[in-house]
């Protein structure tokens, strides 16, 4: 008979014994690439979007962002291609960076105005920006909340999380351990097939009281319980 040492379940207990701890080290893995590597380094940046410019005019009152279709338009563009310093070109650039491993669990969206042009004063720059972003948002972006809500004083960065990633990451870890686990039992599973092929070779042929192999027989009786061989012949 088959040793109980080399049964499937011992050999399974010894199994799980040996490949416990990388297991749980493959699990805490994959947990810390989904969740710390996902929000800090795998980072994927998106295409930036460049905004036509905006033209800002100095007037008596403070700034003003120029109307594209009024007269202020053409006017503002008049002092800044004489070089008044009158007017300014502001332009901005939004950027959407989507963060996660492997699926997106949040993206920063970040908006940043450049002005063309040089000022002396940096006050001066200031209140370009305060103009030329609230007459950015009435006029282009009422639309879109994400960019009026960072879009309003100066250079903006706005999250927003992504709840359909952190499924799709769950989802992707546990997909992961059922991979590993399936790898980790194949050598018992086929020590388990081989183990039962064993013990089905065993059994052909065996006389089920004492296990006397009844095939090839040289004596006339059971070696283990005496039996007579010739009852059954």
Same mark, same amino acid.
């Not at 050999?11 to 710390?36: I, K, S």
């Not at 003003?64 to 053409?74: C, H, L, V, Y």
């Not at 059994?203 to 004492?210: L, S, T």
């Given at each position: ?67 594209? %279709?009024?007269? #202020?338009?053409?006017? /503002?563009?008049?002092?800044?291609? !004489? ?6 070109? &502001? +332009? ?76 799709? %990451?769950?989802? #992707?870890?546990?997909? /992961?351990?059922?991979?590993?686990? !399936? ?6 599973? &086929? +020590? ?42």
């Amino acid at each position: 008979m088959a040793d109980p040492s080399t049964s499937p379940t011992e050999t399974r207990r010894r199994d799980w014994r040996w490949a416990g701890a990388p297991f749980l080290a493959f699990f805490a893995l994959l947990v810390w690439m989904a969740l710390w590597l996902g929000t800090g380094g795998g980072r994927v940046f998106a295409p930036r979007v460049y905004h036509d410019p905006v033209l800002v005019e100095q007037t008596r009152t403070g700034m003003k962002a120029s109307d594209p %279709n009024g007269e #202020s338009w053409d006017r /503002a563009t008049r002092l800044l291609s !004489g070089g008044q310093g009158g007017a300014w070109a &502001v +332009r901005y650039q939004t950027s959407v960076d989507p963060i996660g491993w492997p699926f997106a669990v949040e993206t920063r969206i970040r908006h940043i105005i450049s002005i063309e042009s040089a000022l002396p004063d940096p006050s001066a720059e200031q209140a370009i920006r305060r103009a030329a972003v609230d007459e950015y948002v009435q006029l282009r972006v009422l639309a879109d909340d994400d960019l009026s809500m960072g879009l309003r004083v100066t250079d903006a960065t706005r999250s927003q999380r992504l709840w359909l990633g952190w499924v799709c %990451n769950v989802i #992707s870890i546990l997909v /992961a351990l059922l991979i590993g686990y !399936g790898l980790l039992c194949v050598p018992t599973s &086929v +020590r388990e097939w081989r183990w039962a092929e064993r013990e089905r070779k065993l059994r052909r042929g065996v006389c089920p009281k004492c296990g006397y192999r009844l095939e090839g027989l040289t004596s006339e009786k059971c070696p283990e319980c005496g039996t007579d061989t010739r009852i059954n012949s």
